[in-house]
């Protein structure tokens, strides 16, 4: 593994039903993100976590849940799947989140999801 | 809540220069990225800027005025792989990152 995976690549789910998306870093980073893009609307902070055993809420929470138990994963579940989570989801990473230095966010590849 | 605007599409000839602007209110400011993101591909780091004033990397350059709530990134010597979106993201109080809605380069030969 060498920077940040997403999995599933791509995913049809039929409305209600319970989804987790997998994000998992090797780069010891402190800090992770998951946003969600939508056409016109660029990228939306939905769950973070500043450090291991930490979470926040981000702009569009709602419908979301994440957990943080280790400094590698951070999984995103959508309890429910409504057609209005149909979206683009990426994890992101940073060395801190406490704005030390230039701090970067590094994206991983993306998770494609339709919720029918 | 936080404000970002950049153009939303520019077209250019292959070997000229573009310059994408992006305007921001924000609560608080902690510095002001470019990223880039190729169709299906996730963003990628482009430039960062804290300080006022130009920061250039080989062909990309860009600009902050801190007083005006404005950037730029500057393309220059475009090439057909330069074709992709750029993402104007800034960091802000709470060192969370809001994003533009990205604006769509299309570089023609």
């Known amino acids: 593994i060498a920077g940040i995976t997403q999995a599933p690549t791509s995913q049809i789910l039929a409305a209600g039903r319970r989804m987790t998306l997998r994000c998992t870093q090797d780069m010891r980073h402190n800090a992770m993100y998951w946003y969600r893009q939508d056409l016109g609307l660029g990228l939306r902070l939905i769950h973070y976590?500043?450090?291991?055993?930490?979470?926040g809420k981000g702009e569009v929470p709602d419908g979301y849940s994440v957990s943080r138990a280790n400094t590698d994963d951070f999984p995103l579940t959508l309890a429910s799947a409504v057609p209005s989570q149909t979206s683009v989801y990426f994890c992101a990473s940073s060395d801190s989140a406490g704005g030390i230095g230039t701090d970067t966010q590094y994206f991983g590849p993306g998770t494609r999801l339709t919720v029918l | 809540g936080q404000n970002i605007d950049q153009p939303t599409e520019m077209t250019a000839t292959e070997g000229a220069i573009v310059q994408i602007n992006c305007t921001y209110q924000t609560s608080g400011f902690n510095g002001l990225f470019w990223y880039q993101q190729h169709a299906g591909e996730a963003p990628t780091f482009l430039s960062y800027?804290?300080?006022?004033g130009l920061e250039e990397k080989g062909r990309f350059s860009s600009f902050l005025s801190r007083s005006k709530g404005y950037s730029y990134l500057l393309l220059k010597e475009l090439q057909m792989k330069d074709s992709a979106s750029y993402l104007c993201?800034?960091?802000?109080?709470?060192?969370?990152?809001?994003f533009g809605a990205g604006t769509t380069v299309t570089v023609r030969a």
């Open positions: 800027n804290v300080l006022d």
């Open positions: 976590s500043n450090t291991a055993g930490t979470t």
């Open positions: 993201a800034v960091r802000d109080g709470d060192y969370k990152l809001s």
